[in-house]
């Protein structure tokens, strides 16, 4: 055999390798992501410590970002998930929520004093299957899932605009 032919067959292999790798991973996330979170369950305060309940937000497109602190790519996107918040401050309600200690949560807000709704959840988000971070889902006025993002995003983008547009 030639040492062409084994180079493409092995370059062959190694990709059909590397699909059905992928093809296991997208399975698995879908897996990792639950579709319906019981925020209630969550059991939410502002950080004041006043309970939020996500339906004093059903007259609006609603972001719910689950992030932590200490995560890079979820401090990465809150620029431009604050600027999309004052872009459409009455169509639109961004929360972002962690289950972290609220004195941290505080300190962060302090330090980057971004518009949108630092949200604490009393409940560890581990108990709603929420350990992708950052995971965002965006909800319609009427509460239902449109859809769950995961990973850091660019909010300003021309195609995640016209969607949150459309909702409203």
């Known amino acids: 055999m030639s040492r062409r032919r084994i180079?493409?067959?092995?370059?062959?292999?190694?990709?059909?390798?590397?699909?059905?790798?992928?093809?296991?991973?997208?399975?698995?996330?879908?897996?990792?992501?639950?579709?319906?979170?019981?925020?209630?369950?969550?059991?939410?305060?502002?950080?004041?410590?006043?309970?939020?309940?996500?339906?004093?937000?059903?007259?609006?497109?609603?972001?719910?970002?689950?992030?932590?602190?200490?995560?890079?790519?979820?401090i990465q996107e809150m620029p431009t998930m604050d600027k999309l918040q004052q872009q459409h401050p009455d169509k639109l309600a961004l929360l972002t929520v962690s289950d972290e200690a609220v004195d941290k949560l505080r300190k962060f807000r302090n330090r980057y004093n971004y518009s949108f709704s630092f949200i604490k959840a009393n409940t560890p988000l581990a108990e709603q299957s929420l350990t992708v971070y950052p995971m965002t889902y965006l909800l319609s006025p009427d509460g239902d899932v449109e859809a769950v993002y995961l990973g850091a995003l660019d909010w300003n983008s021309p195609k995640i605009q016209k969607k949150l547009l459309q909702l409203n």
Do not use: R
């Not at 992501?33 to 969550?42: F, G, R, S, T």
């Not at 006043?50 to 937000?57: C, G, N, P, Q, R």
């Open 7 to 74: 180079f493409w067959m092995a370059y062959a292999t190694g990709f059909m390798v590397a699909g059905i790798i992928a093809v296991f991973s997208l399975t698995m996330l879908h897996k990792l992501v639950p579709q319906n979170v019981d925020w209630k369950a969550l059991q939410l305060t502002d950080l004041q410590g006043k309970a939020v309940s996500l339906k004093d937000y059903e007259d609006k497109v609603l972001l719910v970002n689950v992030w932590a602190t200490w995560c890079k790519p979820c």
